[in-house]
T-cell receptor, first 110, second 114 residues
Framework: QKEVEQNSGPLSVPEGAIASLNCTYS??????FFWYRQYSGKSPELIMS??SNGDKEDGRFTAQLNKASQYVSLLIRDSQPSDSATYLC??????????WGAGTKLIIKP | DAGVTQSPTHLIKTRGQQVTLRCSPK?????VSWYQQALGQGPQFIFQ???????QRGNFPDRFSGHQFPNYSSELNVNALLLGDSALYLC?????????????FGPGTRLTVT
Protein backbone atom coordinates (compact mmCIF):
# COMPACT_ATOMS: atom_id res chain seq x y z
CA GLN A 1 0.00 0.00 0.00
CA LYS A 2 1.62 3.22 -1.15
CA GLU A 3 1.49 5.90 1.50
CA VAL A 4 2.14 9.56 2.04
CA GLU A 5 2.53 10.57 5.66
CA GLN A 6 2.12 14.01 7.20
CA ASN A 7 1.91 15.19 10.78
CA SER A 8 -1.72 16.19 11.24
CA GLY A 9 -0.84 19.09 13.55
CA PRO A 10 -2.01 21.61 14.33
CA LEU A 11 1.32 23.34 13.85
CA SER A 12 1.28 26.72 15.54
CA VAL A 13 3.78 29.34 14.32
CA PRO A 14 4.12 33.02 15.31
CA GLU A 15 3.50 35.60 12.62
CA GLY A 16 6.72 36.47 10.79
CA ALA A 17 8.43 33.17 11.65
CA ILE A 18 9.27 30.26 9.34
CA ALA A 19 6.73 27.44 9.11
CA SER A 20 8.16 24.03 8.26
CA LEU A 21 5.88 21.30 6.94
CA ASN A 22 7.07 17.77 6.31
CA CYS A 23 5.97 14.78 4.26
CA THR A 24 7.34 11.27 3.74
CA TYR A 25 6.35 8.80 1.05
CA SER A 26 6.75 5.07 0.57
CA UNK A 27 7.04 4.58 -3.21
CA UNK A 28 10.70 4.95 -4.26
CA UNK A 29 9.57 5.21 -7.89
CA UNK A 30 7.75 8.49 -7.27
CA UNK A 31 8.92 11.31 -9.52
CA UNK A 32 6.68 14.32 -8.94
CA PHE A 33 5.76 16.01 -5.70
CA PHE A 34 3.20 18.68 -4.95
CA TRP A 35 2.10 20.92 -2.12
CA TYR A 36 -1.48 22.13 -1.99
CA ARG A 37 -3.05 24.62 0.38
CA GLN A 38 -6.65 24.10 1.46
CA TYR A 39 -8.66 26.64 3.41
CA SER A 40 -11.55 25.34 5.48
CA GLY A 41 -14.53 24.49 3.28
CA LYS A 42 -12.61 25.21 0.07
CA SER A 43 -10.88 23.05 -2.51
CA PRO A 44 -7.10 22.43 -2.62
CA GLU A 45 -4.96 25.01 -4.40
CA LEU A 46 -1.61 24.05 -5.95
CA ILE A 47 1.18 26.17 -4.49
CA MET A 48 4.38 24.28 -5.29
CA SER A 49 5.58 21.40 -7.42
CA UNK A 50 9.04 19.86 -7.31
CA UNK A 51 10.59 17.14 -9.46
CA SER A 52 14.31 16.94 -8.66
CA ASN A 53 16.38 16.78 -5.50
CA GLY A 54 17.17 20.05 -3.81
CA ASP A 55 15.31 23.27 -3.18
CA LYS A 56 12.80 25.16 -5.27
CA GLU A 57 11.82 28.68 -4.26
CA ASP A 58 8.75 30.67 -5.20
CA GLY A 59 8.26 33.89 -3.29
CA ARG A 60 7.91 33.08 0.41
CA PHE A 61 7.61 29.35 -0.31
CA THR A 62 10.47 26.86 -0.62
CA ALA A 63 9.95 23.20 -1.42
CA GLN A 64 12.73 20.75 -0.55
CA LEU A 65 13.05 17.24 -1.95
CA ASN A 66 15.32 14.40 -0.82
CA LYS A 67 14.52 11.27 -2.83
CA ALA A 68 17.10 9.15 -1.00
CA SER A 69 15.31 9.80 2.29
CA GLN A 70 11.87 9.83 0.60
CA TYR A 71 11.18 13.15 2.18
CA VAL A 72 9.68 16.39 0.90
CA SER A 73 9.15 19.57 2.87
CA LEU A 74 7.62 23.02 2.48
CA LEU A 75 9.01 26.10 4.17
CA ILE A 76 6.95 29.26 4.46
CA ARG A 77 9.00 32.35 5.34
CA ASP A 78 7.58 35.45 7.00
CA SER A 79 4.40 33.57 7.88
CA GLN A 80 1.19 35.57 7.67
CA PRO A 81 -2.20 34.90 9.30
CA SER A 82 -3.54 34.30 5.77
CA ASP A 83 -1.21 31.28 5.55
CA SER A 84 -3.35 29.53 8.18
CA ALA A 85 -4.77 26.53 6.32
CA THR A 86 -4.32 22.82 5.86
CA TYR A 87 -1.33 21.90 3.68
CA LEU A 88 -1.62 18.71 1.66
CA CYS A 89 1.32 16.80 0.25
CA UNK A 90 0.66 14.81 -2.92
CA UNK A 91 3.03 12.39 -4.62
CA UNK A 92 2.78 11.02 -8.16
CA UNK A 93 3.61 7.35 -7.77
CA UNK A 94 5.25 4.98 -10.25
CA UNK A 95 1.80 4.21 -11.71
CA UNK A 96 1.21 7.92 -12.36
CA UNK A 97 -1.45 8.05 -9.68
CA UNK A 98 -1.51 10.95 -7.24
CA UNK A 99 -1.29 9.72 -3.64
CA TRP A 100 -2.33 12.20 -0.96
CA GLY A 101 -1.37 12.79 2.62
CA ALA A 102 -4.06 13.67 5.15
CA GLY A 103 -2.68 17.18 5.52
CA THR A 104 -1.10 19.32 8.23
CA LYS A 105 -3.15 22.08 9.79
CA LEU A 106 -1.07 25.25 10.12
CA ILE A 107 -2.07 28.07 12.45
CA ILE A 108 -0.24 31.40 12.25
CA LYS A 109 -0.62 33.36 15.48
CA PRO A 110 -0.65 37.18 15.14
CA ASP B 1 -8.68 31.79 -18.75
CA ALA B 2 -11.52 29.76 -17.24
CA GLY B 3 -10.59 27.55 -14.34
CA VAL B 4 -12.17 24.27 -13.35
CA THR B 5 -15.89 24.54 -12.72
CA GLN B 6 -18.19 22.14 -10.92
CA SER B 7 -21.93 21.92 -10.45
CA PRO B 8 -23.90 21.89 -8.30
CA THR B 9 -22.17 23.53 -5.34
CA HIS B 10 -24.28 21.75 -2.74
CA LEU B 11 -26.63 18.80 -2.93
CA ILE B 12 -28.81 16.97 -0.45
CA LYS B 13 -29.98 13.48 -1.31
CA THR B 14 -31.71 10.60 0.47
CA ARG B 15 -30.23 7.15 0.99
CA GLY B 16 -30.78 4.93 -2.03
CA GLN B 17 -31.05 7.78 -4.49
CA GLN B 18 -28.73 8.46 -7.37
CA VAL B 19 -26.70 11.62 -8.01
CA THR B 20 -24.81 13.14 -10.95
CA LEU B 21 -22.06 15.70 -10.46
CA ARG B 22 -20.56 17.71 -13.30
CA CYS B 23 -17.15 19.16 -14.06
CA SER B 24 -15.66 21.32 -16.79
CA PRO B 25 -11.85 21.27 -16.93
CA LYS B 26 -9.52 24.22 -17.11
CA UNK B 27 -9.10 25.56 -20.63
CA UNK B 28 -6.52 23.48 -22.51
CA UNK B 29 -6.69 20.50 -20.16
CA UNK B 30 -7.74 17.07 -21.41
CA UNK B 31 -7.74 14.90 -18.28
CA VAL B 32 -10.23 14.90 -15.43
CA SER B 33 -9.79 13.21 -12.06
CA TRP B 34 -12.44 12.83 -9.40
CA TYR B 35 -11.81 12.72 -5.66
CA GLN B 36 -13.85 12.23 -2.52
CA GLN B 37 -12.76 14.16 0.54
CA ALA B 38 -14.20 13.45 3.97
CA LEU B 39 -13.80 15.99 6.75
CA GLY B 40 -10.27 16.08 8.13
CA GLN B 41 -8.87 13.74 5.49
CA GLY B 42 -6.93 14.06 2.29
CA PRO B 43 -8.64 13.57 -1.06
CA GLN B 44 -9.32 9.94 -1.99
CA PHE B 45 -8.88 9.13 -5.66
CA ILE B 46 -12.03 7.79 -7.36
CA PHE B 47 -11.04 7.64 -11.03
CA GLN B 48 -9.46 9.51 -13.89
CA UNK B 49 -10.73 10.07 -17.43
CA UNK B 50 -8.72 10.73 -20.56
CA UNK B 51 -9.91 10.51 -24.16
CA UNK B 52 -13.40 9.61 -22.91
CA UNK B 53 -12.14 6.49 -21.18
CA UNK B 54 -11.50 5.61 -17.56
CA UNK B 55 -7.74 5.47 -17.35
CA GLN B 56 -7.26 4.73 -13.66
CA ARG B 57 -9.51 3.85 -10.78
CA GLY B 58 -9.10 4.00 -7.04
CA ASN B 59 -10.60 1.70 -4.45
CA PHE B 60 -14.25 2.67 -4.91
CA PRO B 61 -17.20 0.34 -5.60
CA ASP B 62 -18.98 0.08 -8.92
CA ARG B 63 -21.71 2.36 -7.56
CA PHE B 64 -19.33 5.11 -8.57
CA SER B 65 -19.18 5.59 -12.32
CA GLY B 66 -18.23 8.34 -14.65
CA HIS B 67 -18.11 9.66 -18.13
CA GLN B 68 -16.03 12.08 -20.15
CA PHE B 69 -17.45 13.93 -23.12
CA PRO B 70 -15.68 14.97 -26.36
CA ASN B 71 -15.28 18.51 -24.97
CA TYR B 72 -13.36 16.99 -22.00
CA SER B 73 -16.07 17.77 -19.47
CA SER B 74 -16.96 14.95 -17.13
CA GLU B 75 -19.69 13.55 -14.92
CA LEU B 76 -19.52 11.51 -11.75
CA ASN B 77 -22.51 9.29 -11.01
CA VAL B 78 -23.16 7.63 -7.68
CA ASN B 79 -25.94 5.05 -7.39
CA ALA B 80 -27.69 3.68 -4.31
CA LEU B 81 -26.37 6.44 -2.07
CA LEU B 82 -25.21 5.56 1.42
CA LEU B 83 -24.85 7.86 4.41
CA GLY B 84 -21.10 7.33 4.14
CA ASP B 85 -21.09 8.93 0.69
CA SER B 86 -21.57 12.33 2.32
CA ALA B 87 -18.41 14.25 1.47
CA LEU B 88 -16.86 16.97 -0.64
CA TYR B 89 -16.47 15.75 -4.21
CA LEU B 90 -13.61 17.33 -6.05
CA CYS B 91 -12.83 17.43 -9.72
CA UNK B 92 -9.30 18.16 -10.88
CA UNK B 93 -8.08 18.75 -14.40
CA UNK B 94 -4.64 18.30 -15.89
CA UNK B 95 -2.76 17.74 -19.10
CA UNK B 96 -2.08 14.15 -20.03
CA UNK B 97 1.29 15.03 -21.51
CA UNK B 98 3.57 18.00 -21.13
CA UNK B 99 1.74 19.32 -18.10
CA UNK B 100 4.03 17.88 -15.46
CA UNK B 101 0.99 16.13 -13.98
CA UNK B 102 -0.08 19.24 -12.09
CA UNK B 103 -3.73 18.98 -11.14
CA UNK B 104 -5.98 21.98 -10.66
CA PHE B 105 -9.14 21.67 -8.63
CA GLY B 106 -12.63 23.02 -9.03
CA PRO B 107 -14.54 24.43 -6.05
CA GLY B 108 -16.09 21.06 -5.24
CA THR B 109 -19.61 19.75 -4.69
CA ARG B 110 -20.71 19.22 -1.10
CA LEU B 111 -22.96 16.13 -1.05
CA THR B 112 -25.06 15.38 2.00
CA VAL B 113 -26.90 12.06 2.17
CA THR B 114 -29.70 11.85 4.75
Amino acid sequence: QKEVEQNSGPLSVPEGAIASLNCTYSDRGSQSFFWYRQYSGKSPELIMSIYSNGDKEDGRFTAQLNKASQYVSLLIRDSQPSDSATYLCAVLDSNYQLIWGAGTKLIIKP
Amino acid sequence: DAGVTQSPTHLIKTRGQQVTLRCSPKSGHDTVSWYQQALGQGPQFIFQYYEEEERQRGNFPDRFSGHQFPNYSSELNVNALLLGDSALYLCASSLAYGGAYEQYFGPGTRLTVT
